[in-house]
């Protein structure tokens, strides 16, 4: 099977950066999409960003000209630069990638855990 591990959250103050990282391992055969999503608390989970392994990329209007994806296909691993941090921005970070683990299998999501980052005022 395959596993999604997140990480490079933590505290930062508005204003800051942070750098959020994701890799997919196992029995990947092959990888489409991957992506951002947070949930505050109260709210429901949204998009932040994603990109396609063509390079096509998405983001949340929130984030545009703040946050960057990027991802590494070699490494099977997806980032995501976060710069002018806000409040709003406090969230439970989650990676979603979309991937199929046997050539005649369908492309399924798989989730990491997630992992807090929290900007304080």
């Known amino acids: 099977q395959a596993q999604v591990v997140e990480s490079g959250g933590g505290l930062v103050q508005a204003g800051g950066s942070l750098r959020l990282s994701c890799a997919a391992s196992?029995?990947?055969?092959?990888?489409?999409?991957m992506g951002w999503y947070r949930q505050a608390p109260g709210k429901q989970r949204e998009l932040v960003a994603a990109?396609?392994?063509?390079?096509?990329?998405n983001y949340a209007d929130s984030v545009k000209g703040r946050f960057t994806i990027s991802r590494d296909n070699a490494k099977n691993t997806v980032y995501l630069q976060m710069t002018s941090l806000k409040p709003d921005d406090t969230a439970v970070y989650y990676c979603?990638?979309?991937?199929?683990?046997?050539?005649?299998?369908?492309?399924?999501?798989?989730w990491g855990r997630g992992t807090q980052v929290t900007v304080s005022a």
């Open positions: 979603n990638a979309v991937l199929k683990v046997g050539r005649w299998g369908q492309y399924e999501p798989y």
């Open positions: 196992g029995t990947i055969f092959s990888l489409n999409a």
């Open positions: 990109i396609t392994s063509g390079g096509n990329i």
